[in-house]
C-alpha cells in the first residue's frame, strides 16, 4: 500500500474496454462512482463503438474529473486495457468489462486484503455473481478462497474467473509486460499464469465476498466462441501445465475437459480427459470435478449427448425463470 500518497493522488487506475455496450456501460460506469475508495482514476477506453458507448460516458464525465474517455479504432479488448495501462499511473489497477458492475466496497475491500496478505501477492480478486442481460442476478459463482499459487491456478481452471474481479499491483504489468493482443481468447487467463510464474509477486489472493456482478455472455461476445477459447486453452495448458510442482500436472485438464465436453467438443474433451486421467482415477473420484469427468469420459457419445440435453433444458428452465420474475419485478 501507499499511506504516504495525499489524498489528490489516484491509488487506483480503474480501467473499462467498451465496444458496443451501450444499454449497459451507464451501469458499469456509476458502479464505478459509487466506490466507497474515491482515490481512483478512470479510464474508458472506447474501442471504436458505433452506438452510443461513446456518448454515454462523455455525458458522465462532464460531471466527474475523474473519468476520461479514450476513442481509439477498434483493436479488442485486449488492445484496450493496454492502451489504459499506457494511460493511467496508479500503483494499483483494476478492469472493468462495460457490461458488468461492482458492488461500492469493491475497491476498499480489495485494497484492506492486499494491505493485510503481504507482499508477494500480486493481484486479489473477489466472489462473482451472475446477472442476465436486465441486470438480475440469477445466483452466484463458486470460487475458491484464500491464496492461489499457480498449482492451484490450474487446477482449479483460473479461481478468478472475470477480468472485473481482480485488483492488481502495477508493478506486475511492469515486470512481465501487457497483454497477449494476438490471442483469440483467454487473454485474461494467459496475463494471470505469466504473473503467476514470472514476477516477483506471483501468489493471488481469493476473498470470500460477493462484489462483482457478471452479465451473462451474449450472442457474438468473444466468450462465447467456444471453439477459439478452447484453441486459446489449449495452447496455455501446454505451456504452462509442465511447470506445477505441488500437483500432478493432468489436474489442470480436469474442469476444461468437462466444459468441452459438456459444450460438444468431444474430440478436444477426450484428448484432454486422457492427460487429466494421468493424475490417477483413484484421485480424481475424491473430487467433484474428477467425479464429474470419470462420469462424462465413460459414458460414451450416446451417454454424453443425453447428459448435455439434460444439463441444457436445466439450464434453460432456470434462466427462463428467473427471466419471468425479472418481468414481473420491473
Not at 479514450?70 to 494511460?87: D, F, K, M, W
Not at 487473454?187 to 504473473?195: A, G, H, P
Request: with cysteine; glycine share 10%; aromatic share 8%.
Amino acid at each position: 500500500m501507499s499511506p504516504s500518497l495525499p489524498a489528490s493522488t489516484p491509488l487506483v487506475s480503474v480501467i473499462t474496454p467498451a465496444y458496443n455496450v451501450g444499454p449497459w456501460i451507464g451501469e458499469a460506469v456509476d458502479s464505478v462512482l459509487r466506490q466507497t475508495e474515491g482515490r481512483l482514476e478512470y479510464v474508458v477506453i472506447d474501442d471504436g463503438s458505433t452506438d452510443g458507448t461513446a456518448d454515454i460516458v462523455r455525458a458522465r464525465a462532464a460531471f466527474d474529473s475523474r473519468i476520461r474517455l479514450i476513442s481509439t479504432a477498434n483493436a479488442g479488448s485486449g488492445a484496450a486495457r493496454n492502451l489504459g495501462i499506457v494511460e493511467s499511473s496508479a500503483p494499483f489497477v483494476a478492469f472493468l468489462d462495460g457490461d458488468d458492475r461492482w458492488h461500492p466496497e469493491f475497491l476498499r475491500r480489495q485494497l484492506q486484503v492486499m494491505q493485510a496478505v503481504g507482499s508477494r501477492v500480486g493481484a486479489t480478486f473477489c466472489h462473482t455473481r451472475v446477472m442476465l442481460e436486465n441486470g438480475r442476478v440469477v445466483g452466484p459463482r463458486w470460487q475458491p478462497a484464500g491464496v492461489c499459487d499457480m498449482d492451484r491456478f490450474l487446477a482449479e481452471n483460473n479461481p478468478a474467473h472475470n477480468g472485473s474481479s481482480l485488483l492488481v499491483r502495477r508493478s506486475c504489468f511492469d515486470e512481465v509486460g501487457v497483454f497477449d493482443t494476438g490471442l483469440a481468447s483467454a487473454v485474461d487467463q494467459e496475463m494471470w499464469l505469466r504473473i503467476a510464474t514470472r514476477s516477483s509477486t506471483p501468489l493471488f489472493w481469493g476473498l470470500r465476498r460477493y462484489l462483482i456482478d457478471m452479465r451473462l455472455m451474449r450472442t457474438g461476445s468473444i466468450s462465447s466462441n467456444r471453439g477459439a477459447r478452447y484453441s486459446a486453452l489449449d495452447k496455455l495448458l501446454v505451456e504452462y501445465a509442465p511447470l506445477m510442482s505441488r500437483l500432478p500436472s493432468g489436474l489442470a485438464y480436469v474442469q476444461p475437459a468437462v466444459f468441452a465436453y459438456r459444450d460438444g467438443f468431444d474430440d478436444v474433451a477426450d484428448r484432454w480427459a486422457g492427460i487429466a486421467l494421468t493424475a490417477g482415477p483413484a484421485r480424481l473420484a475424491r473430487t467433484r470435478w474428477g467425479q464429474a469427468l470419470l462420469a462424462w469420459h465413460g459414458s460414451g457419445a450416446t451417454g454424453r449427448a443425453r447428459m448435455r440435453a439434460a444439463r441444457n433444458g436445466v439450464r434453460a428452465g432456470v434462466y427462463r425463470g428467473a427471466a419471468r420474475a425479472a418481468a414481473l419485478l420491473a
